[in-house]
């Protein structure tokens, strides 16, 4: 499977001076850990990062040091993250017919939930990973900031990614959003505009976007706690054979 990882934004929300990919998490950068997971993945053999400039020499030394198998390639980001998904539509392989995009902020992704959304848009043509809202969602008139409507909770899911698709059919939406200027947070966007399906997949709750400095102590957090449950799984085992 073909992947895709925006990596080219510039993290104003992280209050970041650089790109927030680069910023330190536990004892690597963020982009290192969504890097070992799609290294992990059974499913992912090809990997195109797309960055800025400015950026490309220290995304190379980042992945010069994880010591991947898969192949990396880098791809030139845009001034939106529409704009750098494009870009990355436009490097993949004449062959590849199907593709995971995953933002590189949510570096707490797992293999499994590369694999399952790799196995699942084998079967359909554009998915994501999403999870059911825990909040009541309000929807806000902004001039008033008075609440005009509250959705029904059970029909609502928070979008994540990966999110997967047809090459080509995401590529002709991509190429109508620029014609008709829809600017979109999300490629299922685009695809739902085009009156095409987008199947959900059961998402993570962990698997969050690394977006303000809380997400970071979060990511923290959940990482500190992936480890310690590694270890006393690695103990057990060694208990287990040494008995
Ligand atoms: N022009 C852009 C903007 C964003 N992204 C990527 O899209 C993902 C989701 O974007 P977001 O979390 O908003 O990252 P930033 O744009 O860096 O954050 P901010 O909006 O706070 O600046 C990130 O992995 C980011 O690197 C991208 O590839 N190209
Ligand atoms: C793609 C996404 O992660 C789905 O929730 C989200 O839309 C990205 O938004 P951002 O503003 O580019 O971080």
Redesign the pocket.
């Known amino acids: 499977m073909y992947l895709l990882?925006?990596?080219?934004?510039?993290?104003?929300?992280?209050q970041s001076s650089r790109?927030?990919?680069l910023l330190t998490l536990l004892d690597k950068p963020i982009i290192a850990w969504t890097l070992k997971a799609a290294e992990a993945s059974e499913q992912i053999h090809w990997i195109g990062v797309?960055?800025?400039p400015e950026d490309l020499v220290d995304f190379q030394e980042i992945v010069a040091n994880l010591s991947l198998t898969k192949p990396v390639h880098f791809i030139l980001?845009?001034?939106?993250?529409q704009?750098?998904?494009y870009n990355g539509l436009q490097s993949l392989p004449a062959m590849a017919e199907r593709v995971l995009i995953h933002?590189?902020?949510?570096c707490l992704v797992t293999p499994k939930l590369f694999d399952r959304c790799a196995l699942e848009i084998l079967n359909s043509q554009g998915l994501i990973a999403a999870v059911p809202v825990k909040d009541t969602i309000k929807i806000v008139e902004p001039q008033t900031n008075v609440i005009t409507n509250t959705p029904d909770r059970c029909q609502l899911w928070a979008a994540q990614t990966p999110q997967g698709f047809e090459v080509e059919l995401l590529q002709q939406c991509h190429d109508k959003g620029r014609y008709q200027g829809w600017e979109v947070t999300d490629d299922a966007t685009l695809f739902e505009q085009c009156h095409l399906p987008v199947q959900i997949v059961q998402g993570e709750e962990t698997n969050l976007?690394?977006?303000t400095p809380v997400d970071l102590a979060l990511a923290e957090f959940i990482l500190r706690q992936r480890m310690e449950e590694q270890l006393r799984q690695s103990l057990d085992t060694i208990s287990t054979l040494t008995r």
């Not at 980001?77 to 993250?81: D, E, H, L, W, Y």
């Not at 933002?103 to 949510?106: Q, W």
């Open positions: 990882i925006p990596a080219a934004g510039l993290g104003r929300r992280m790109n927030k990919l797309i960055c800025q980001g845009g001034a939106t993250r704009d750098s998904v933002d590189g902020a949510r976007k690394v977006t």
